[in-house]
T-cell receptor, first 109, second 115 residues
Framework: GQQLNQSPQSMFIQEGEDVSMNCTSSSIFNTWLWYKQDPGEGPVLLIALYKAGELTSNGRLTAQFGITRKDSFLNISASIPSDVGIYFCFGTGRRALTFGSGTRLQVQP | GAGVSQTPSNKVTEKGKYVELRCDPISGHTALYWYRQSLGQGPEFLIYFQGTGAADDSGLPNDRFFAVRPEGSVSTLKIQRTERGDSAVYLC?????????????FGPGTRLTVL
């Protein structure tokens, strides 16, 4: 099946810093979604991307759908303590629904 | 309710037993998905329903796993002869978009522990 490589695996940053994480694949996806998961809860949708090259923002979050349709990145600006959690990319394609392995974000106040 | 709900929130069972996990999707969502999430990993796709039918069950690991959605709303994931390796969080998601693509909204999950 299709595999997603998500990096970095974890990040420890200071409050106020910007954060960037990305996912790459050897296969093409039609949709890229980014989710955040807190302990003991289900993933919560942050941003959805539907077109190659699309750049979308949601508050302090910005995500892009790579032009080759094989990658996506998520940026978080001016991080705050409540940004702590695990971030997952999620690609959907022809008979493929694939999550990345996650980026664990810790924010030091 | 407003979101996806799953019951029970926790289930502890013994090896070899049968378990059922329930998912109530967002009202009106025609697509429903089951995923399994092991500790420290991303969710893994199990099965996708469009309406009452399983549109894609390619993620079910073996024939001990089965899911139904008889009326196109609530779904039940059934696991026979549970094994310790089945221990994980089972997540359900629903979507108003068909075709397996589009925004999916997740429930809180059921944590299954097989002793």
């Amino acid at each position: 099946g299709q595999q997603l490589n998500q990096s970095p695996q974890s990040m420890f940053i200071q409050e106020g810093e910007d954060v960037s994480m990305n996912c790459t694949s050897s296969s093409i996806f039609n949709t890229w979604l980014w989710y955040k998961q807190d302990p003991g809860e289900g993933p919560v949708l942050l941003i959805a991307l539907y077109k190659a090259g699309e750049l979308t923002s949601n508050g302090r979050l910005t995500a892009q759908f790579g032009i080759t349709r094989k990658d996506s990145f998520l940026n978080i600006s001016a991080s705050i303590p409540s940004d702590v959690g695990i971030y997952f990319c999620f690609g959907t394609g022809r008979r493929a629904l694939t999550f990345g392995s996650g980026t664990r974000l810790q924010v030091q106040p | 309710g407003a979101g996806v709900s799953q019951t029970p929130s926790n289930k502890v069972t013994e090896k070899g037993k049968y378990v059922e996990l329930r998912c109530d999707p967002i009202s009106g969502h025609t697509a429903l998905y089951w995923y399994r999430q092991s500790l420290g990993q991303g969710p893994e796709f199990l099965i996708y329903f469009q309406g009452t039918g399983a549109a894609d069950d390619s993620g079910l690991p073996n024939d001990r796993f089965f899911a139904v959605r008889p009326e196109g709303s609530v779904s039940t994931l059934k696991i026979q002869r549970t094994e310790r390796g089945d221990s994980a969080v089972y997540l359900c998601a629903s979507s108003s978009t068909s075709g397996g693509e589009g925004e999916q909204f997740f429930g809180p999950g059921t944590r299954l522990t097989v002793l």
